[in-house]
T-cell receptor, first 109, second 114 residues
Framework: GQNIDQPTEMTATEGAIVQINCTYQ??????LFWYQQHAGEAPTFLSY??LDGLEEKGRFSSFLSRSKGYSYLLLKELQMKDSASYLC??????????WGAGTKLIIKP | SQTIHQWPATLVQPVGSPLSLECTVE??????LYWYRQAAGRGLQLLFY??????ISSEVPQNLSASRPQDRQFILSSKKLLLSDSGFYLC?????????????FGQGTRLTVV
């Protein structure tokens, strides 16, 4: 079966750095997405990785290792507005998005 | 630019009543369209997806159905709602000419079946 695992919840301090991990087992791989979802709102796109390595976009970075079936989202200089759920999603061989359950990130002052 | 509209934002319906949620996309042609459901504290569950008018694929057997009467219109329906149908419903689109493309989401509909 297809499976995406990420921690249910994480807590971090304002101004710090946090890394959210995602491991996946899917039938084929055509890319990995990270989305941010604030409570009661729709997910919004953060990043896309299809090749191994690190993609940096401002305070957010995303890393992919296809051989390990592993990705992480790195958030630097945390702000209170970063409190949200972070969803990992993988596009399989049929170009269908398979979603993780999301990681709820709690930022404390 | 492309936009996606989904309505209503919130809905409270009694058990056994019908449901119709509508989603429209502007600014693009022939998009892939999706209906997702998200239970509280859970990930996104794909309900239906469509690659063209009248072409609907169902991922999860249930008492819901979907239709695509026009290229940029996607409708989620039920004849009789169950309590278990409560949740956050999201419509999304992705470009069809790009195999692995990000999904763009509507605002979502919070459905409570009472």
């Amino acid at each position: 079966g297809q499976n995406i695992d990420q921690p249910t919840e994480m807590t971090a301090t304002e101004g710090a750095i946090v890394q959210i991990n995602c491991t996946y087992q899917t039938s084929g791989f055509n890319g990995l997405f990270w989305y941010q979802q604030h409570a009661g709102e729709a997910p919004t796109f953060l990043s896309y990785n299809v090749l191994d390595g690190l993609e940096e976009k401002g305070r957010f970075s995303s890393f992919l290792s296809r051989s390990k079936g592993y990705s992480y989202l790195l958030l630097k200089e945390l702000q209170m507005k970063d409190s949200a759920s972070y969803l990992c999603a993988v596009t399989d061989s049929n170009y269908q998005l398979i979603w993780g359950a999301g990681t709820k990130l709690i930022i404390k002052p | 630019s492309q936009t996606i509209h989904q309505w209503p934002a919130t809905l409270v319906q009694p058990v056994g009543s019908p449901l119709s949620l509508e989603c429209t996309v502007e600014g693009t042609s022939n998009p892939n369209l999706y209906w997702y459901r998200q239970a509280a504290g859970r990930g996104l569950q794909l309900l239906f997806y469509s690659v063209g008018i009248g072409q609907i694929s169902s991922e999860v057997p249930q008492n819901l159905s979907a239709s695509r009467p026009q290229d940029r219109q996607f409708i989620l329906s039920s004849k009789k709602l169950l309590l278990s149908d409560s949740g956050f419903y999201l419509c999304a689109w992705s470009p069809q000419d790009r195999g692995a493309a990000e999904a763009f989401f509507g605002q979502g509909t919070r459905l409570t079946v009472v």
